[in-house]
């Protein structure tokens, strides 16, 4: 029998508009690799940075070898032994190797105030030599790649366990997004021997990595417990069942309103090509058609959604409206040509959160309000209640903050705002992030209605199933490639697998 | 900090920096005029009006800037270098030197708006050069002493100095310039859009907006206010002269800040930095009626800058001060 080192009892936590953790539970045990799954919105991210002290849960305790803990800090998190790698790297890359490893912790280096370098070379080796890595401690870490980089960060996490003098836990937070195929295999290799001195959290999208390296699997759904699992008894697809939990191929996506595209061809666009980021992208964008892009991290599409925003311009190809060709060098340059850009990062580049819901709906065309060359904001007020009424955004009104609403109405003004300047064509990158379940089946509505009325879609979605679910057609991309064009018409829709296989 | 912590720190916040300047205002008159029973007469008060108007246009200019979330401190030695051109063209110019000192003033904002955007250098160090370079070629330009404007064109003075209806014409000025800048901020785009930039300026740019030309018109406006406040100073005194604005910069940005115009940008307006203006007025007063020596005078608006930003910045939106 094991000991149990980390124990979640009934935590529970709610953010304005969104439970995103109600009573879950989960057991850690030594010298176990615990996997923790689930959709985005399930409530992983919200629970590990409760375990490293970065938000108080409502309720519920976190227990560490058996004592109630409630960490307020990271560094009192470490105190208790529980460390995260983080998703995105956290080391200061103008910073040695040695510098990054005992960050915080000079002290045990420190007399007089003075660091003793070459005492922290020879500890930094040390840790090193924990994940077998062979590297000079005085390094740059701007020079390392990321795989390296990234055995630093773990280097750098079971450094802490001669502090604590207790075995770490760790918690890796998509810890192979960066990492090719050969550099994954070693990560497991070395989480493998890792796994005898210390207990680990796996947090990943990719199940057969999830398979691959843990001993037992929690699935989340909806912030809350789904399933434990026994990794050598189960499958992608039981696991799939439990994370999506709702029957796929009914209703939720709205495929009974998905339209077939019209001839007309929107946008056409042809070898469009950045160096070191896609290459020859060519497609066409029809009249209410979805189109889709699959790829993991890397994989481009990103990059070639923000160049048609006019955020990061391509190198070459052609991009044409209606026959003539276009160059959009900036958002503007989009806007003029009918193309509104719907944000990953909601609060930053989708909307003005320390603005109202009328300014925001107004900034891309102030000319909606301009009366006699003055903003009227007896018209802006007009115009926002419109908006707000027509898409049944949830706000006390019109000069209720935007910063104030939930992830789901901060998503309808962002949607307000781009149909206000009359679109034809929407980008829309992760539209359904941070998004509650009821307001996700709201936006899909709305999706179809406006597909509908001939307003074309470029769509990269959180999940795959959300891009099977939603899509006229699938691009699934691989380095900067489209690898395939998969149809999906609402009667026959693709399998994740078919997308999956030429994403990889 | 979770979200919810964050908009109720934001609501608090919110209400303090809208009661705060007025209530502070409130409470020094009721305090001078218990101290001073001719504290609240008209002539008085007019008076005190009309010595505030260059500060006043400074710090209204100054607005737009701390609006965008940055500074300006080159509006002294701008202003200083109008009442030079003022006081040295106006033997030839007539009138129309006024009108080239406007000019230079616009000419100086759109040098430090486009080393600010293009060149991408923070406002703090654009403009804290272009203190320097104006400085020293305001000492040079007048020889490094005052020029005064002769008896004999001493009527090109009259329109800043004369009194329309027993008001002095550089309070007509002075309240012309707030409501100008008043309509400026809530009624036309470049207004909407310096909010905007303040308050999120990815998102400003990605809804099209075209943030760099709206930043240099940003400074030009300040600085042209810069100019026009210069102006105002050297038909006052007559002359021109390089050290004639000093300590002006301090007071202009203690009007913004006092009003309750937020530093991290986005939040506030012109008709705040008016409510600080009144304030910083009557606070002078007070100092120069308790006989307080104006260094130490100096000393305590230096105070009053940081404990007013100490007050109202929200300190959540910005995770690192730096």
């Known amino acids: 029998m094991q000991d149990i080192v980390l124990e979640v009892r009934n935590i529970s936590k709610k953010f304005p508009g969104v439970q995103a953790l109600d009573r879950v539970n989960l057991q850690v045990k030594q010298h176990e690799i615990v996997g923790l799954v689930g959709e985005n919105g399930a409530g992983k991210s919200t629970l590990l940075k409760i375990l490293i002290g970065a938000y108080q849960p409502d309720q519920g305790e976190v227990l560490v070898r058996g004592k109630p803990v409630r960490p307020r800090s990271v560094k009192e998190a470490t105190d208790f032994g529980l460390s995260m790698v983080f998703q995105e790297q956290s080391l200061l890359s103008n910073l040695t190797v040695q510098e990054n490893i005992f960050l915080g912790n000079e002290e045990a280096f420190t007399r007089f105030g003075v660091i003793n370098w070459k005492k922290m070379k020879r500890e930094a080796e040390k840790q090193l030599a924990k994940v077998d890595l062979e590297l000079d401690p005085g390094t740059y870490t701007y020079k390392l790649n990321f795989a390296t980089r990234q055995m630093v960060e773990l280097a750098r996490v079971i450094a802490m366990e001669d502090r604590t003098k207790f075995e770490p836990i760790v918690i890796l937070d998509e810890p192979t997004t960066v990492l090719d195929g050969n550099e994954i295999d070693l990560l497991f290799s070395r989480l493998h021997k ?311 | 900090m979770s979200v919810q912590t964050r908009i109720n720190n934001y609501r608090k916040t919110k209400t303090w920096v809208d009661v705060m300047p007025i209530a502070t205002l409130v409470v020094l008159v009721i305090l001078m005029s218990i101290g001073s029973p001719r504290f609240l007469l008209p002539a008085n008060l007019l008076g005190l009006l009309s010595q505030s108007a260059t500060l006043l246009v400074m710090g209204l200019g100054q607005t737009f800037i701390i609006l965008l979330g940055s500074i300006d401190l080159s509006i002294a030695p701008v202003a200083a270098m109008a009442t030079i051109i003022a006081a040295m063209l106006i033997p030839d110019l007539g009138y129309g030197a006024f009108v080239v000192a406007l000019l230079y003033g616009a000419f100086a904002g759109l040098l430090t708006g486009i080393i600010h955007t293009k060149a991408r250098i923070p406002s703090f160090i654009a403009t804290l050069g272009a203190m320097g370079v104006w400085t020293g070629i305001g000492f040079i330009v007048s020889n490094a002493t005052p020029i005064s404007v002769s008896l004999a064109n001493g009527h090109y003075l009259t329109w800043v100095t004369e009194n329309t209806l027993g008001v002095s014409n550089v309070v007509y000025l002075a309240l012309a310039i707030l409501i100008l800048t008043f309509v400026l901020e809530n009624y036309t785009r470049f207004g909407r859009y310096v909010k905007a930039m303040g308050a999120g300026e990815k998102a400003t740019y990605v809804s099209g907006v075209a943030i760099d030309r709206y930043k240099i018109y940003a400074f030009m406006l300040c600085s042209t206010l810069a100019a026009f406040s210069g102006i105002l100073l050297s038909t006052r005194m007559s002359g021109g002269s390089a050290r004639m604005a000093d300590g002006f910069l301090m007071k202009a940005i203690a009007v913004v800040i006092l009003g309750g115009t937020a530093i991290s940008g986005g939040i506030g307006g012109v008709m705040r930095t008016f409510v600080g203006v009144l304030i910083v007025m009557v606070l002078d007063m007070g100092m120069n009626m308790a006989g307080v020596n104006p260094w130490f005078q100096q000393a305590v608006y230096g105070g009053i800058i940081i404990l007013a930003v100490a007050l109202t910045i929200d300190r959540s939106r910005i995770s690192i001060i730096k």
Not at chain 1, 206 to 233: P, Q
Not at chain 1, 331 to 348: E, F, H, L, M, W
Not at chain 1, 355 to 361: D, E, T
């Open chain 1, 194 to 504: 890792l796994k005898e001195r210390a207990a680990i959290i796996f947090v990943s999208h990719h199940l057969e990595e999830v398979l691959k390296i843990t001993d037992r699997i929690y699935v989340f759904k909806d912030g809350k417990n789904a399933g434990e699992l026994i990794t050598r008894e189960t499958d992608v697809n039981e696991i799939h069942r439990l994370m999506v939990g709702r029957e796929l191929r009914g209703e939720y996506y709205r495929q009974g309103k998905q339209i077939k595209p019209e001839e007309d061809v929107v946008i056409k666009v042809e070898n469009l090509t950045k160096s070191g980021k896609y290459k020859d992208v060519s497609f066409d964008l029809h009249k209410g058609e979805i189109i889709s892009f699959a790829g993991v991290l890397g994989s481009g599409r990103e990059d070639v959604c923000r160049a048609l925003a006019g955020l990061d311009r391509a190198d070459g190809g052609k991009i044409s409206i209606n026959g003539s060709k276009l160059e959009i060098d900036s958002p503007s340059a989009a806007i003029k040509a009918g193309i509104g850009y719907v944000p990953q990062d909601r609060g930053i580049e989708g909307l003005v959160l320390y603005l109202s819901i009328g300014p925001n709906i107004t900034l891309p065309d102030l000319s909606n309000i301009t009366h006699r060359g003055f903003l009227s904001p007896k018209s802006e007020r007009r115009l926002a209640e419109h908006w707000i009424e027509r898409m049944s955004i949830k706000a006390p009104g019109p000069n209720a903050l935007c910063l104030n609403l939930s992830g789901g109405n901060q998503q309808k003004v962002v949607l307000s705002k781009w149909l206000a300047t009359k679109v034809k064509v929407f980008i829309l990158d992760h539209p359904t992030r941070g998004v509650d379940v009821g307001a996700k089946e709201e936006v899909y509505e709305l999706i179809r209605e406006l597909a509908k009325q001939g307003i074309a879609f470029l769509l990269i979605a959180d999940t795959l199933e959300e891009t099977i679910g939603l899509s006229n057609m699938i691009f699934t991309m691989k380095d900067g490639e489209i690898t395939n064009r998969i149809e999906a018409p609402a009667d026959n829709k693709p399998l994740p697998i078919d997308l999956i296989k030429h994403m990889m």
